[in-house]
């Protein structure tokens, strides 16, 4: 009787470990990863993401973040894991708030690699947007 009441206090607690170790996983996973989209103005626009704003008659305008992002367009990017995100345009810039220090952008052929150098800083925002031209 004791053997099985030991042998049953030892399943429970592997599934406790096994509980909590999912658990500092999914914590891990959400508090490493960042979403990205890439589009060129006119798809940010369209979809929501960004916003002219400013200028005179049409010129000058700078485009903004609207602070609506649409999660069918963002991928999702564990930066423990992968540090670059290439871009299919000889041209990009990040429009959101990422630390310039923390962030290069690297040609490559004809596309642009985005490389993060610091994680930590890059994901402070967890929500990057690349314009292409």
């Known amino acids: 009787t ?17 509980t909590q170790t999912a658990a500092i996983e999914d914590q891990r996973s959400e508090l490493v990863t960042v979403y990205y ?4 103005k006119k798809e940010l626009k369209e979809a929501g993401v960004v ?3 400013g200028g005179i008659l049409g010129l000058g305008r700078t485009l903004t973040l609207t602070g609506t992002f649409p999660p069918a367009l963002f991928t999702a990017l564990d930066t423990d894991q992968e540090t670059v ?15 310039v220090s923390s962030y290069e952008l690297v040609p490559v052929g004809k596309e642009l690699d985005l490389r993060i150098v610091d994680p930590q800083a ?3 925002v967890k929500h990057v947007v690349i314009l292409k031209s």
């Open 122 to 124: 890059f994901r402070t």
């Open 37 to 40: 989209t890439i589009g060129t």
């Open 51 to 53: 916003v002219a704003k």
């Open 2 to 18: 004791k053997v099985q009441e030991g042998e049953q206090r030892i399943e429970a607690q592997a599934e406790t470990i096994e």
């Open 85 to 99: 995100i290439r871009i299919a345009a000889e041209e990009a810039r990040v429009l959101s708030d990422q630390p």
